[in-house]
């Protein structure tokens, strides 16, 4: 049974770090394409960052660009989104997601299985 766990959500003021994490158990994590995602209230769900199975390649969404930071450690079956600079419009339920074709892809049709997610809330 393929699980992904999401930790690290919470509180924080603007201009504040959170750093999330997502473990994942019951997958070959290492051949696994990893995406963070996010949604807000009333709003549809926004693509934020990816990382391929080795950590070689990555994007990110441009909203997050140059604030965020995604990677990955396979002997831990664990994928980070580092979040700086925090701002409100960050604040969201924010989702790890896993793709089996590998690859780091933005859209979020093409992952398999999907964590329960983690709120973060950034106050002004």
């Known amino acids: 049974q393929v699980q992904l766990v999401e930790s690290g959500g919470g509180l924080v003021q603007a201009g504040g770090s959170l750093r999330l994490s997502c473990a994942a158990s019951g997958l070959t994590f290492r051949t696994y394409g990893m995406g963070w995602f996010r949604q807000a209230p009333g709003k549809e769900r926004e693509f934020v960052a990816t990382i391929d199975w080795s950590g070689g390649t990555t994007y990110y969404g441009n909203s997050v660009k140059g604030r965020f930071t995604i990677s990955r450690d396979n002997a831990k079956q664990t994928v980070y989104l580092q979040m700086s600079s925090l701002k409100p419009e960050d604040t969201a339920v924010y989702y790890c997601?896993?793709?089996?074709?590998?690859?780091?892809?933005?859209?979020?049709?093409?992952?398999?299985?999907w964590g329960q997610g983690t709120q973060v809330t950034v106050s002004s």
């Open positions: 997601a896993a793709d089996g074709a590998g690859w780091a892809r933005r859209t979020s049709v093409v992952y398999d299985y």
